[in-house]
């Protein structure tokens, strides 16, 4: 995995964004691949996994996203990737509302900042499919469900450790675990 920048520097000069995005292994390369799937799953306007991973290191190299101290360039590039779906997602929301209050005459005003917070119907389905995927997988595993559990109430992992009585150890073992079965199931479940 390479190196962030120095914590002296405010952010990464181009050459060393250029320098660590090509110093990528292959694996890192294939983590890449597997979040941007993740990431750009179902996204409107026929954008593709590959299409948000190159906006992503274009961004990156251009400056616009710049690289800050103390994150690895593969956490960073998939927050990048993360932001970029989002924004399409939203973008998407704001112009569905705008076309149905142009087909509504009585619907005068604006669409308010608040119908952002409303999560899309089909988003919502796909996320309760693939929340009840994720269950079936771990089904004969206790401590990948309390994970699992802990997780989808918000808790950090360390509220789950406590809350559940976990050495930092027996989480970590568990949350890699997790991490190669999903991992493994996600091509399946992408189909």
């Not at 929340?131 to 079936?136: D, F």
């Amino acid at each position: 995995m390479t190196t962030p920048p120095k914590p002296g520097d405010a952010v990464a000069r181009a050459a060393d964004v250029a320098a660590a995005i090509d110093a990528l292994s292959d694996i890192d390369l294939v983590r890449l691949k597997t979040l941007a799937r993740l990431w750009s799953r179902g996204l409107p306007g026929g954008l593709g996994w590959s299409d948000i991973l190159h906006e992503a290191i274009a961004r990156v190299l251009d400056g616009s996203r710049p690289w800050p101290p103390g994150v690895p360039i593969l956490a960073f590039l998939s927050g990048v990737m993360r932001s970029i779906c989002n924004d399409h997602w939203r973008r998407a929301r704001s112009e569905q509302r705008l076309l149905v209050s142009r087909d509504d005459p009585d619907q005068r005003s604006w669409p308010s900042e608040e119908a952002d917070d409303v999560p899309d119907p089909e988003r919502v389905m796909a996320a309760a499919q693939m929340l009840a995927n994720v269950y079936r997988l771990f089904e004969a595993d206790p401590l990948a469900l309390k994970i699992i559990a802990g997780m989808a109430d918000g808790l950090p992992a360390s509220e789950i450790r406590k809350v559940h009585a976990m050495s930092e150890l027996d989480y970590d073992t568990t949350r890699r675990r997790m991490r190669r079965t999903l991992l493994r199931h996600q091509r399946s479940w992408s189909k």
